[in-house]
């Protein structure tokens, strides 16, 4: 009886240091939401600390249509999707390539861009931002490219461990049914690394979706602008209209929440991706 | 012949890309630390003066010790309280999927939605309105009330809302290798007559150590190049948080791109030191437990 009594309160105090942190990772979101349906009026009355009565999308209106945050998202979704498309094929053309075919210095430049993913940069972003206004490439061209090229070396290893891994029996098949590489590599290939590309897509969405330095340095321009650095901007031009504020940081967090408790696994193994590397 | 250069086409892409954005910079970033360069009028070289510069500025040393002092609270507040909870979720049944998930939403939302999220939460009047300190006053805890984002505690404060975005990411590490130590040991240990106590120490922490010192690197080498986040909460506070990516940051707005590039290789240099030095000592350590590394 004793030893049962002592294991349900260590079970209750567990529980309820969990749920406290619990509570103050999800309390601050609760709060930004409640407060985006209240006008300034109500939010200054009770600080956003009571339930808003009704929701009331005049502040998402403004938001949207009128700050512009309709553009900042859409670029968001444009720089994302082309970059994650194109290191999708840039990486696992290059992954299958140093896991499966020969060719001079392979492993060399394989080590190269081992390399690239140990060696930290803080000023990365320096170089990166004269070549590009070197080349007059300060635009959403260069932005991708830049992008693509952050998320390539990690891209590449996860792909060419994984097709390490897998047995070559169907590659050999599809050759000796007269396939060429490259179609091995779209036929075969590619359905084979499926599970390892989730990871590589989300671990690259995220990464750009939620970019920041290189984006603030590049466009000044607000039609090309990214959610971040739009949200940046609004924020200081805005600074007293928190009502604004909290719809538009809603906007910029719920598709992301959504999508993450939609899809939990595969965020978590593609925000840890980099860790498996060390 | 044509069969390797048809192999070898399948790395060029991948190849031309990083040659333009990781080699060339990676070189220029070496040039340009030795120039002066605004990036108008052609640069002009100038030998050490940018180090010399950065060596005996206040601003780059202030903003090092502030991004130290951060790294302090991240290795030891944030991991702490990552390994807590991960040993606490390892132990319970119900609601274990509800706190991974949970603890997990903070790593995933971007440092500026955070940093602007929590500006609007803390900051004082008149900026703000002093959401928090109304939080506490209704709920009996008045007396605890503080500027939050003034002089005497913004530094303290952005490392705790530092440490509050990152602990999820150190957590979800901690418990994947919690879960891979073999249960059949802790069996063996209990049967042994070990304690809690003693199965912690001989078993977790040293089966634990590889993990640990990979969670300690990954936190110094993000913390020290954190920025967005700090940027979107304080804006610097007038010195207060300054760190080293934020003063590169603002050198290059500037068009100082020489001594903002000086600054980069000596953080960078410094923190390749610090990543050596950590890996060494786990080595030793694991060496010492006995434990087989990897």
Known sequence: MYYRAKKVITLIVIHAFLLSVALSCIFPFLWMMNVSFKSPQEFNADYGLKLARHLNLENYKEVIFKAGFLRYFLNSVFYTFITVVLIVFIASLAAYAFSRLKFPAKNVIFYMFLAAMMIPLPAGFVPVYILLKQLHLLNRTGYVLAMTNMGLSLSIYLLKTFFDQLSRDLEDAARIDGCNKIRIWWHVGIPLVAPALSVVVIFNALNVWNEFVLASLMFTNNNIMPLQVGLMEFSNRMVTQHTLIMAALTVAALPIILLYIKMQKQFVRGLTAGAVVG | ?294
Not at chain 2, 62 to 78: C, E, K, R, V
Not at chain 2, 157 to 173: D, E, L, M, N, Q
Not at chain 2, 197 to 221: A, E, G, Q, R, S
């Open chain 2, 1 to 294: 012949m044509k069969d390797k250069a048809v192999n070898f086409s399948f790395i060029v892409p991948a190849l031309v890309i990083f040659t333009l954005f990781w080699i060339y910079p990676f070189f220029y970033t070496f040039i340009l630390a030795f120039q002066e360069n605004d990036l108008i009028s052609a640069p002009k070289f100038i030998g050490l003066s940018n180090f010399r510069l950065v060596f005996t500025s206040g601003d780059w040393w202030s903003s090092m010790y502030n991004g130290g002092f951060i790294t302090l609270w991240a290795l030891t507040f944030q991991n702490i309280l990552a390994l807590t909870l991960a040993l606490a979720v390892d132990r319970v049944i119900r609601l274990r999927k509800f706190y991974k998930v949970v603890f997990f939403i903070l790593p995933v939302l971007s440092e500026i939605i955070i940093g602007l999220l929590m500006k609007q939460f803390l900051v004082s009047e008149p900026v703000g309105r002093d959401v928090f300190n109304h939080l506490l006053n209704s709920v009996g805890l008045g007396f605890l009330a503080h500027d939050w984002l003034g002089t005497a505690h913004v530094r303290m404060i952005t490392a705790i809302v530092h440490c509050w975005k990152g602990f999820g990411w150190a957590f979800i590490i901690f418990l994947a290798g919690l879960q891979s130590i073999p249960e059949q040991l802790y069996e063996a240990a209990r049967i042994d007559g070990a304690g809690a106590w003693h199965c912690f120490t001989k078993i977790t922490m040293p089966l634990l150590m590889p993990v640990v010192t990979l969670v300690v690197v990954l936190t110094i080498l993000g913390t020290m190049q954190a920025f967005a986040m700090i940027l979107a909460l304080t804006g610097g506070a007038g010195g207060l948080t300054t760190v080293p990516v934020m003063v590169i940051y603002d050198h290059l707005r500037h068009n100082i791109a020489g001594l903002a590039a000086a600054e980069g290789l000596v953080l960078g240099v410094i923190l390749v030191a610090v990543s050596f030095t950590m890996f060494f000592i786990s080595k030793k350590i694991r060496e010492k437990y006995g434990v087989l590394p990897g």
